[in-house]
């Protein structure tokens, strides 16, 4: 019930007449190595999901422009990206668990894989919208291909490549809970699953709603920072 769910987020007697302390009252404890408070399960799985994301941000936007900038490129990754951006998270946990051997590396590198797709996908989309026009001021004023990326390519491609981290980041996010549910450890994810194995739904429920509440803010933050770097926008304002 809703007051069972109060009880078990912040405190009190729940309906069975027993004294709860509640998950959010001292969401800093560490009673041990493997019992800790929700905020520290939650900045866990936020470590992990930075790693991944950091790592697809810096393979995925240099991939994006060569990807855009060459025909040959596009035609060489194009099949890959197609045959290896629908596979679900879950599918690789197992080949990335038996390569690694660790929780971590494995967490991160599933991340990684499965979030690297939108990034790459709108940085091309990026480069291959900059108009033939600054192109060709690019040629008469004979840029060095350095020069052309970042004074006629990298301007333009900006926007599309904040879209494609805000599209990486929310997959980041979703991600992580499921492999931490799968591997276990120390994270939101297996908290969740740890509390469905105590039959303690409840916390189930409150679980549920801290992932949905930082994943509303992660997007919130990076649709800002995506806003800030968006000259279209600025130009409206």
Do not use: C, H
């Not at 393979?59 to 900038?69: A, E, K």
């Not at 668990?97 to 660790?102: A, E």
Request: proline share 5%; no cysteine.
């Amino acid at each position: 019930t809703p007051a069972d769910v109060y009880t078990a987020a912040f405190g009190g007697v729940n309906a069975d007449g027993e004294t709860i302390k509640g998950v959010l009252a001292d969401p800093f404890y560490v009673a041990n190595e493997d019992d800790k408070g929700i905020f520290w399960q939650i900045l866990n799985s936020l470590e992990r999901v930075f790693a991944g994301f950091l790592i697809a941000v810096i393979v995925g936007v240099p991939l994006g422009l060569l990807i855009g900038m060459s025909k040959n490129a596009s035609y060489a990754f194009d099949p890959f990206i197609q045959i290896f951006k629908p596979v679900s998270p879950l599918a690789w946990l197992p080949l990335l668990l038996y390569i690694f051997q660790d929780i971590n590396m494995t967490a991160i590198s599933t991340i990684f894989v499965t979030s690297i797709w939108p990034i790459i996908i709108n940085t091309a989309l990026g480069v291959k919208s900059v108009s033939e026009d600054y192109l060709n001021v690019a040629k008469v004023l004979r840029f060095s291909p350095v020069e052309k990326v970042f004074q006629i390519i990298l301007p333009v491609a900006v926007p599309y490549i904040f879209t494609g981290m805000r599209l990486s980041l929310g997959i980041a996010w979703l991600v992580i809970v499921a492999a931490e549910m799968l591997t276990g450890g120390i994270g939101i994810g297996f908290w969740i699953w740890d509390e469905y194995n105590n039959l303690n739904y409840p916390n189930i429920i409150i679980g549920i709603i801290v992932v949905g509440i930082i994943g509303y803010l992660l997007d919130l933050v990076m649709g800002k920072i995506a806003d800030f770097f968006d000259y279209r926008k600025k130009g409206r304002a």
